[in-house]
């Protein structure tokens, strides 16, 4: 990666440690049913919603959407996606900026207080900003999936594989990617791609600032996100189990 692509995505992990502002409060609030369907394609109707499921995802201002409009951020564009799938499920962004790891388990136990069958889990970035340990991130994220697992047997868990900044040195960029792999095995839980595949480091992709995904860029992380969700989704909805 150039020095080009490593400064921007210096910026962006700068940005996901901001304090939530009013929009991001908003996303983290938005109720799924404000979404509107994809303008492209004629969403098959719902169900009655007392047999859908709600996908909760928990994550740092990446999942939030900050800078867009909340419908804009990828869990809303992944509900269009289920929508037009006619999968019985509705997405709950719980995505807040600044969150490290060792937040997410600040904050665990009132997630887990909500009524949800899957949990996708956007964490890390602000570790390797702050040159965290990956052991500590690996830790963490085990911790975390551990006591998913204790209070919320029956719920499906994703994580998303977050990476490193290449300037933190190859040593430490490789051991980064590795805990996602490694702690998705030891837990059993599905491991989606790199949220930012594809948009990381290209300006025409992200907001003016540089930082954040713009509503191009967002429905590549939207779409990044669908190829590993999609299939746990479905097998889901043909169990028909929580």
């Known amino acids: 990666m150039g020095l080009g692509g490593i400064v921007i995505l210096t ?13 991001t409060d908003s996303a983290v609030q938005s109720p799924s049913s404000q979404s509107s369907p994809l303008p492209s394609a004629s969403p098959v109707p719902r169900p009655p919603s007392h047999s859908r499921k709600v996908v909760l995802f928990a994550g740092t201002s990446l999942t939030a959407g900050l800078g867009l409009d909340p419908d804009s951020a990828y869990p809303m564009l992944i509900q269009r996606k289920i929508d037009s799938a006619g999968l019985p499920f509705d997405v709950v962004n719980a ?20 009524n949800f069958a899957v949990l996708v889990i956007e964490s890390g970035a602000n570790d390797g900003l702050r040159g965290i340990p990956t052991s500590t991130l690996e830790a963490n994220l085990a911790t975390t ?9 029956d719920a499906h868990v994703a994580l998303v ?10 040593a430490y960029a490789s051991a980064f990617h590795s805990a996602y792999p490694t702690v998705a095995r030891a837990k059993s839980v599905t491991l989606l791609p790199f949220l930012l595949a594809g948009v990381a480091g290209r300006r025409e992709l992200n907001q003016g600032d540089g930082i954040h995904p713009n509503n191009r860029g967002e429905r590549i992380v939207a779409d990044n996100v669908w190829k590993g969700l999609r299939p746990l989704l479905d097998s889901i909805a043909r169990a028909k189990v929580p």
Not at 16 to 23: M, N, Y
Not at 95 to 114: A, F
């Open 145 to 153: 999936l551990d006591r998913v697992r204790a209070k919320r047997p």
């Open 95 to 114: 995505g807040v900026s600044g969150e490290t790891s060792s937040g997410l388990l600040d904050r665990l136990d009132w997630l887990l207080r909500g």
């Open 11 to 23: 910026t962006l992990l700068v940005a996901c440690s901001k304090t939530p502002d009013a929009k």
């Open 161 to 170: 594989q977050m990476e490193a900044l290449p300037n933190l040195g190859p």
